[in-house]
């Protein structure tokens, strides 16, 4: 007998609706696709005047999920004890300070992952071998239904076709499994270095225990079609809800008005209440600010604006980045600069597929950057020997993208023993993965140029980086233009890639949308990068630093 338990932290139980029993699939041009949608024709099927909004997702999805992870924990687990069981534990209600008031619920991604539960205070348990399920809830008095939506055992097991018992029962029920091993989703996240959430009933300590993290986090990386699906949905929503901000866009406005303009659109027609991250609205210099949030500025004329929003449908997110003119009408000046971000995007879209590595296209837009920065006499000196010295960084300080799905910088990026480890380099360390491409992932490509006028001055006392290659009087008309990011959710296939964003991309489509013109008929025409990948493949580039090391070694004695 082999167990697995999952938790939602939280005192007590509640949601804002009823409808739980009814499924996505509903008479819905948007839903009638629901196990199977035609990636090029996904624009036209998904039509936001039909979406109809479910509570909750078919739970043969989630059944799906556990099964790819129990076959996954199966074939790769070397030792399963007889009689053993696996804790997890998911989200508890989080008070804002010290009050009675609490922040928006937000489950516990693993746990939902699993099981499909939105409630918090919700444990779960998995028999290994006969693959059964088990719910633990927590008990509530009956008279906390004068203030919230509460669930008993029995309600839970009727919304989500699983036994359920009271919270209360959970020891006793592990006892009487006779485990000889408790295996935990322990971990951490490997880009916050926060650790995962898991029991800490002190019953616990007297079993043997083990972890399956890196398995349930790679079976997370690799989505299936029913995920992809609504991954789909989702970022039709954000694309909608940008082209609406574009369109709202004048001077004038404060950039918290097209923040609500994004967040509206998506509760309005997909009702996606909960945000998958900050939204960033930045407009001029506050551009060069890469997660910036206060979004309070009034957007000057002839700014660009910068919006980093996204939407989130049944917990999965999306995550895009627009950059327009807020004026409608690029300078010049904004315009070189973005046509240079869009050409290192596309290049890099253009030739990804199973199997290349993400950290050689970062290297690869690194590359694209520095030939166009020198192209305009803002670098000067040898492509390579600035990508060796990590010149790149003072422009892009960022990875090119990360994995998408329940959380917007989902797992799977970096797994010890799986996947290649980060190069801790300027720029090289900031990749939030370093994988090669495998079919079902979902990363975001953005790759961006900023004009951060600290760094620059600073570069060599910060992070060591040489600014003699940098011509300052050329950079000048470029300083206060802020950056430039644009971003998008790209699903890997079999065979290359499926774009989830469609969206006016060129400085000509964008300024037809500003204009309230068609900018779908305007073809993109973004000419790509046909030279060589980049400077230094990672392996060269290893080869030359632990080089560098010896030949430093060899000086001091």
């Not at 508890?92 to 939105?118: A, M, Q, R």
């Not at 013109?517 to 790509?528: A, G, H, M, S």
Request: charged content about 25%.
């Amino acid at each position: 007998v082999f167990v697995f338990f999952f938790s939602s932290r939280r005192r007590h139980t509640r949601s804002a609706s009823v409808s739980w029993a009814r499924r996505c699939v509903q008479e819905t041009g948007i839903n009638a696709e629901y196990m199977g949608i035609n990636p090029q024709s996904c624009y036209r099927k998904m039509d936001s005047s039909k979406f109809e909004y479910a509570k909750t997702l078919p739970q043969e999805m989630f059944t799906n999920n556990r099964k790819r992870f129990l076959k996954a924990f199966k074939t790769e687990t070397k030792d399963i004890p007889a009689n053993s069981v696996m804790l997890f534990k998911g989200t508890d209600e989080l008070s804002i300070n010290d009050t009675d008031c609490s922040y928006e619920d937000h489950p516990e991604s693993f746990f939902y992952y699993l099981f499909g539960v939105k409630e918090m205070g919700l444990y779960a348990c998995i028999n290994v071998d006969t693959e059964e399920v088990t719910l633990f809830t927590p008990k509530m008095s009956a008279l906390y239904r004068i203030v919230m939506v509460t669930y008993t055992a029995e309600d839970i097991e009727k919304m989500y076709g699983m036994k359920t018992l009271y919270l209360d029962d959970l020891e006793s029920f592990v006892q009487k499994q006779s485990p000889k091993k408790i295996f935990l989703n322990e971990g951490y996240n490997t880009d916050s270095k926060q650790k995962t959430i898991i029991p800490t009933e002190k019953w616990i300590e007297k079993y043997h225990t083990g972890s399956v993290h890196a398995i349930l986090s790679n079976c997370r990386a690799l989505k299936s079609e029913e995920e992809l699906h609504i991954m789909r949905i989702a970022s039709k929503a954000c694309v909608e809800s940008h082209v609406a901000a574009m369109k709202a866009c004048k001077p004038g406005l404060r950039e918290s008005y097209l923040m609500s303009v994004i967040r509206a659109y998506g509760i309005e027609k997909y009702n996606a209440r909960t945000r998958p991250y900050g939204d960033i609205v930045a407009s001029g210099v506050n551009a060069a600010t890469l997660h910036y949030i206060v979004n309070d500025k009034i957007i000057n004329d002839k700014e660009v604006v910068l919006c980093d929003c996204g939407q989130a449908i049944w917990g999965y997110g999306s995550d895009i980045t627009t950059v327009f003119p807020s004026n409608g009408k690029f300078t010049p000046e904004q315009k070189t600069i973005y046509d240079i971000v869009l050409k290192m995007n596309r290049t890099v879209e253009s030739r990804m597929k199973p199997g290349v590595n993400h950290r050689e296209m970062h290297l690869l837009a690194e590359r694209v950057l520095l030939i166009e920065l020198k192209a305009l006499g803002i670098l000067n000196g040898d492509i390579d020997k600035m990508q060796e010295e990590r010149v790149p960084y003072l422009f892009m300080p960022h990875g090119l993208g990360h994995f998408l799905g329940l959380d917007v910088h989902d797992v799977g990026g970096y797994i010890e023993g799986k996947t290649p480890e980060r190069i801790m380099k300027p720029g090289l360390k900031n990749l939030r993965t370093s994988r090669n491409y495998e079919k079902g992932m979902v990363i975001t490509i953005e790759p961006g140029c900023y004009f951060i006028e600290f760094l620059l001055k600073n570069a060599k006392e910060l992070v060591g980086i040489p600014t003699n290659n940098i011509d300052f009087e050329n950079l000048k008309p470029y300083m206060n233009l802020g950056g430039v990011r644009i971003e998008d959710d790209v699903a890997i296939t079999g065979t290359g890639i499926e774009v989830l964003t469609k969206l006016p991309r060129s400085t000509s489509q964008i300024e037809a949308c500003m204009a309230g013109k068609d900018w779908e008929t305007i073809p993109e025409e973004t000419k790509l990068y046909e030279g060589k990948q980049q400077g230094l493949t990672t392996s060269q580039f290893l080869t030359q630093q632990s080089q560098k090391k010896k030949k430093k070694k060899k000086k001091k004695k």
